[in-house]
Nanobody, 125 residues
Framework: QVRLVESGGGLVQAGDSSRLSCVVS????????MAWFRRAPGKEREFVAT????????YHADSVKGRFIISRDNAKNTMYLQMNNLKPEDTALYYC??????????????????WGQGTQVTVSS
């Protein structure tokens, strides 16, 4: 059974940096395309970033481009989201997701096969 476990969320101040991690078990990690999504209070789930199985293809949403960086370490079965210059509007529950297709990247939630439980990030002004 595939399991995704996020960590690293918490309360930070605007302008701070923070890093989220997502550890995957139950599948060969390099065979998964991975992504981060988030859901802010009262809003729909939003795509944040995605990375292919080898890490050679990445894409970030416009709302985080230049501030957030997605990466992965296949030797550690772990994906990361480095978040810099955090803003109050980044406050959300952040989810990691996995897709059984390491070659392509996907921006829509329905394309992903597995999901974590989420980690809360709260940015105070």
């Amino acid at each position: 059974q595939v399991r995704l476990v996020e960590s690293g969320g918490g309360l930070v101040q605007a302008g701070d940096s923070s890093r989220l991690s997502c550890v995957v078990s139950g599948r060969t990690f390099s065979r998964l395309t991975m992504a981060w999504f988030r859901r802010a209070p009262g809003k729909e789930r939003e795509f944040v970033a995605t990375i292919s199985g080898r890490g050679d293809s990445k894409y970030h949403a416009d709302s985080v481009k230049g501030r957030f960086i997605i990466s992965r370490d296949n030797a550690k079965n772990t994906m990361y989201l480095q978040m810099n210059n955090l803003k109050p509007e980044d406050t959300a529950l952040y989810y990691c997701a996995a897709k059984n297709d390491p070659e392509n990247i996907y921006y829509t939630a329905r394309r992903y096969d597995y999901w974590g439980q989420g980690t809360q990030v709260t940015v105070s002004s």
